[in-house]
């Protein structure tokens, strides 16, 4: 070839290059830029094309099966742990003096909690996205046989005299009463809403179940959640304890002596606009403390200080000399070590007065918090050696169990429960969706309003005194359904999380790029939607929710009128996340309400989002029609009976993640086989 024709050739690849770099990359600098709101994201395709890979090949290369560990118990002999691994649905069996984890138990999926029978030879594992508790023999680390529940099993407690087992289910808000004799359920009690854990008292008469979701109210009255008391040889609910002010209640512990109960909880500070943030008021954490001796009088102190605040306090354990609390704070990766003589110094020597206003006082835990622990990545679950000596920390997004010495209050080892040692995009956003280090002065983390990544059922005002409020979307399964907020601004993840989440909720300098880029893969990848098992577990419809499923989907009401196009259901909520992703007016506008558009939400697994429409109006499905669709926008209605809209509800409560839309699909879990 003729060196001309080579030059020419050359200079052609050149011309090529150059047209597809300069036109590509100014192309791509506005995509980039209209995703993520600003001029100067870096420019990297792998951020949102590589990261965000929900399922392949890529998703298996790029992502790890970390373990999570979540809750954990000790042997009556003080040498092994019983490790929840939430990640790997396992219950792992450690030796403390080898730090080894000598068996992995496989047993349901996303399992809770763990206890043990008083002879330390049985265990007891909540596996809550399967309804069921594995029952696991520990000489041999089989599991002998499962028993069914109701829906979210989570805590769990023996009665006193070991015959039953009761099991806190926290998705359909009750207690199952299990006879461990014929392994079935003698009854199922009501509690407080969305309830995680529980205790017995000392003297095996009465247990305690917290609830974390308040009771339904309106913006601007005073919420309150239900602490429930069960009678243990009656198994009856014997009464609700008003915990005012306060939700989030996720474990209860009792001293040795059984005079105090005291529990985790939340203030939020829902009622006021977000701009309080900047004063360092709109989220408060501490403890619920119910004096037994003085028929249940409860009295709420703050784990919190004038400048510090200790987000989304999980668990509380008691030694058993009775004179140490332990609380794992999980938004700030620190244990805070409380005195249990001074709690009662303090409510022997206030006045009922001066007891109320300990609840919002940030000075107080000063009297009481004798020392803050720092640990690894959001501590969950806590569990005391049988001597009290030792305190043991399930470090969630570490894969490791952190030892303290309760005495001298410092760490004395951690345990490497073997998870993988390499930190995923995905598994870095995780941490910063459940750490508070982004918001002023610590007072929260996305997972304080998205608690498990869901939605904890508040309304807030992100703008001026009483104008504009919203009820907390839940995160799950919104990777595809965009645009998000209520008004429909945001147009991705990273405006949501970057721009608007600074500028509205943190009060603080945005994520940085590389920060914002895992919290957006942990958004699209890591968030998932439980099964549906309460109202469709196996896809095959009841004869009410197909009734339900031809008015969802019809086109003439019962008159024989066509309804117009964009007042069908199907119209604006079609499969499979149940929204067109368009904005619309379905006639909720409130008073207080600026003229805007709402953006259509998704509707998988909406059964578990009370309140319902933008303001939490609606307290049930039914009342966004009986009370607040009597105009017909929301999707004619109007025309059919009583019977015909409990069909249309039963349908919607029907709805599922598209991952288990299917009969002959399996919920995605890791196997253990290669563990074995």
Not at 385 to 403: F, M, T
């Amino acid at each position: 070839m003729k060196a001309s024709n080579v030059l020419a050739i050359f200079g052609v690849l050149i011309v090529v290059v150059l047209v597809a770099y300069y036109p590509g990359r100014q192309l791509a600098r506005v995509h980039v830029n209209y995703v993520t709101a600003v001029t100067d994201h870096p420019l990297s395709c792998t951020s949102c094309h590589l990261y965000t890979q929900n399922d392949g090949f890529i998703s298996k290369l790029i992502n790890e099966d970390y373990y999570s560990p979540f809750n954990l118990t000790v042997s009556n002999n003080g040498n092994k742990l019983y490790v929840i691994a939430q990640d790997i649905n396992a219950l792992l069996e450690v030796d403390i003096q080898s730090n080894k984890v000598l068996n992995k138990i496989e047993v349901g999926i996303h399992p809770h909690s763990v206890i043990l029978n008083a002879a330390g030879k049985i265990a007891y594992v909540s596996n809550e996205w399967s309804d069921t508790v594995s029952v696991i023999d520990l000489t041999t680390s089989k599991v002998l046989y499962t028993l069914k529940t109701g829906n979210g099993p989570a805590g769990l407690a023996l009665s006193s005299n070991e015959q039953f087992l009761y099991v806190v289910n926290d998705f359909s808000s009750d207690l199952s009463v299990i006879d461990l004799a014929s392994k079935e359920e003698r009854k199922r009690l009501s509690t407080g809403s969305n309830p995680t854990g529980t205790a017995l008292s000392p003297n095996g008469k009465t247990l305690y179940v917290t609830s974390r979701r308040a009771n339904l109210t309106p913006y601007g009255e005073l919420l309150s959640s239900d602490l429930t008391v069960v009678n243990d040889s009656t198994q009856r609910v014997s009464k609700k304890i008003n915990m005012e002010s306060a939700y989030m209640m996720e474990n209860i512990a009792f001293t040795p002596t059984g005079d105090f109960a005291i529990t985790t909880l939340i203030r939020p500070k829902n009622n006021i606009p977000s701009i309080q943030v900047e004063q360092g008021w709109m989220m408060t954490h501490g403890i619920g403390i119910i004096d037994q001796t003085k028929k249940d009088k409860v009295v709420q102190l703050l784990l919190d200080e004038p400048n510090s605040y200790y987000s989304d306090p999980f668990d509380i354990v008691i030694t058993p000399d009775g004179k140490k609390a332990f609380v794992s704070s999980s938004g700030v990766n620190v244990i805070s070590v409380i005195n249990i003589d001074s709690l009662r110094n303090i409510m022997a020597n206030s006045s009922p007065e001066m007891l109320k206003s300990f609840s919002n006082n940030l000075g107080i835990s000063s009297r009481f918090v004798t020392k803050r622990i720092t640990t690894g990545a959001n501590p969950k679950g806590l569990a005391l050696s049988p001597n009290g000596k030792l305190l043991y920390v399930a470090e969630q997004l570490e894969d490791k169990i952190s030892v303290i010495n309760t005495e001298s209050l410092e760490v004395v080892k951690s345990i490497d429960l073997g998870g993988p040692k390499k930190i995923t995009m995905a598994r870095q956003g995780r941490r910063l969706f459940n750490n508070a280090s982004h918001t002023f002065l610590n007072q929260y983390a996305c997972y304080t309003c998205h608690p498990d990544t869901h939605e904890d059922g508040l309304n807030y005002n992100f703008a001026a005194m009483g104008r504009n409020i919203v009820n907390t979307l839940t995160l799950r399964d919104i990777g595809e359904t965009r645009p998000f907020k209520w008004n429909g601004k945001n147009q991705s993840i990273y405006k949501q999380d970057g721009m608007r989440f600074s500028k509205f909720l943190t009060r603080t300098e945005s994520f940085n790029y590389s920060d914002l880029d895992a919290i957006v893969a942990y958004i699209r990848t890591g968030i998932k939607n439980p099964p549906n098992l309460i109202y469709n577990p196996t896809d095959e419809l009841t004869d009410s929710q197909l009734r339900g499923k031809a008015i969802f989907n019809r086109s003439v009401d019962n008159l024989g009128k066509e309804i117009p196009e964009n007042n069908r259901c199907i119209t604006c909520h079609p499969s499979p996340y149940y929204t067109n992703l368009k904005l619309a007016d379905v006639g909720s506008l409130a008073a207080t309400d600026d003229s805007i558009l709402f953006d259509t939400p998704h509707l998988n697994d909406i059964y578990a989002s009370p309140p319902y429409l933008h303001n939490g109006s609606a307290k049930t499905l039914e009342e966004i029609w009986t009370i607040y669709g009597k105009e017909d926008k929301h999707g004619r209605v109007n025309d059919l009976s009583k019977i015909e809209l409990n069909n249309l509800v039963d349908y919607l409560k029907s709805l599922k993640s598209p991952r288990y839309n299917h009969a002959d699909s399996k919920i995605q879990h890791v196997s253990l086989s290669k563990y074995n």
